[in-house]
């Protein structure tokens, strides 16, 4: 593969932003490009630099006048859940019984496993995401699918077939060694080859007998350099009877404690319940809490405190996800639209600078993979999507009036969708044109 140089109004996040005037916390070119070689940012700055770097027989993608960013990166969504996505009227429990796990059934069908990986992989794509922690089903060729799928187009994505034993129908369900076995066994063939990462995937506390919640925590310390991902404090029935289920514990958080289930690399999807004691716990672990707004408010689960889990003094490390199917969209875009509007129901704003440094760089930081996604930084995988901000003719009129960067993001985050995506680079190599 040959270099590749991709033009346009460049911008990523240095560190994370104060303010929608901290101008220091990004780079911005007007005239900027991204020199891409063998798959890696070799070079990021103004067209003129970046361009004198380069041979004559360079390939060029000239996409001004549009921005030009690091892929989207979605931290906590369920590849079964396709056909399920839009289902009427259900809480989070009756979600589960009703549709996920009727739907999750057919996913013993190899062949239907792989239909929804390639589709999945597809879709997410279309929406500029280029990096996702999904869940596959329990069915250990779900996730090979998900893998054989991912890996075929280089994509870096986190995946891990659910372990469950309970409280599922019986297709549903597997045994703390198979579980275990599985998962070992997944992990040796696919953690880190090329650029997959595995997850150890216990759904819930609920679907998860102790015995089986060991078998977890004993894979997590047996592979350190795998994240963990499961469910926690969406929903106070869910709360309850994983309170039921574990006793002894002193809280739901302590449950995943109890089994060395919470560090650095442990994501949580939901977390909208914490107590103090356990946004304590998960800080001191380095846990990582999920926002998924639109699933949050699609199941009436609550709404996450997102300022003020980041400004206590022990401050939560926060990602942010679409959850398909509980939530309702696939873009990211539309993820941090419903954040915004989640944090105004508390009183609070969400400011544009800081939705697209979540989306990019904080999402990577969270996901312990900022050295290689998430940012341009030279020597970082050439995982890149590409905005328009005129893309639909109520976009285009709005845009006549934006006068800042900041406000061109903002109108991005709240009117845009994957109409506004206009190209996708995975590994250096278009996947949307």
Request: glycine share 8%.
């Amino acid at each position: 593969m040959g270099d590749l140089l991709i033009r346009g109004r460049v911008l990523s996040f240095l560190r994370e932003p104060d303010g929608v005037e901290d101008h220091a916390s990004y780079r911005y070119e007007e005239d900027g490009a991204v020199l891409v070689r063998e798959g890696r940012i070799a070079a990021v700055g103004s067209h003129s630099a970046v361009s004198a770097r380069t041979g004559p027989d360079v390939a060029v993608a000239d996409h001004r006048p549009h921005l030009v960013l690091p892929g989207f990166i979605d931290a906590h969504i369920h590849m079964p859940q396709m056909q399920v996505i839009a289902s009427y009227g259900a809480e989070l429990l009756d979600w589960l019984n009703d549709y996920t796990f009727p739907e999750e059934t057919r996913f013993s069908d190899a062949q239907h496993g792989r239909r929804i990986a390639r589709l999945f992989l597809d879709e997410v794509l279309r929406h500029g995401t280029t990096t996702v922690a999904a869940y596959c089903s329990v069915h250990k060729a779900s996730a090979e699918a998900f893998f054989e799928e991912s890996h075929a187009r280089n994509m870096l994505n986190i995946a891990g077939k659910v372990m469950m034993d309970r409280n599922a129908p019986e297709a549903l369900t597997d045994t703390p060694q198979t579980g275990y076995d599985d998962t070992k066994a997944l992990i040796a063939a696919w953690h880190g080859k090329g650029r997959q990462l595995y997850a150890i995937t216990p759904r819930f506390a609920i679907t998860s007998s102790p015995e089986q919640m060991e078998m977890a925590g004993a894979l997590a310390a047996e592979h350190p350099d795998c994240h963990v991902q499961t469910h926690l404090s969406e929903n106070h029935a869910e709360i309850r009877w994983t309170q039921e289920l574990y006793p002894q514990a002193r809280d739901y958080t302590d449950v995943y404690a109890r089994y060395g289930l919470i560090g650095a690399r442990s994501l949580f999807g939901h977390c909208i319940h914490l107590s103090e004691r356990e946004a304590d716990a998960m800080a001191e672990a380095g846990g990582v809490a999920v926002f998924c707004p639109t699933s949050n408010l699609f199941l009436g689960s609550g709404l996450f405190d997102y300022q003020r889990y980041r400004r206590r003094d022990k401050r939560l490390r926060v990602a942010t996800a679409t959850d398909v199917g509980g939530g309702t969209n696939y873009s990211m875009l539309r993820t941090m639209d419903e954040a915004y509007k989640v944090i105004a129901l508390q009183g609070e704003k969400l400011n544009p600078l800081q939705s697209f440094w979540q989306l990019t760089r904080g999402n990577a930081e969270a996901l312990s993979i900022s050295d290689r996604a998430g940012t341009l930084e030279p020597g970082t995988d050439a995982d890149i999507v590409v905005l328009d901000a005129s893309a639909t003719p109520a976009m285009a009129l709005r845009r006549e009036r934006v006068e800042t960067l900041a406000q061109e993001l903002f109108l991005l985050q709240t009117l845009g969708d994957d109409r506004a995506v206009k190209a996708v680079y995975v590994a250096g190599r278009a996947a949307k044109r």
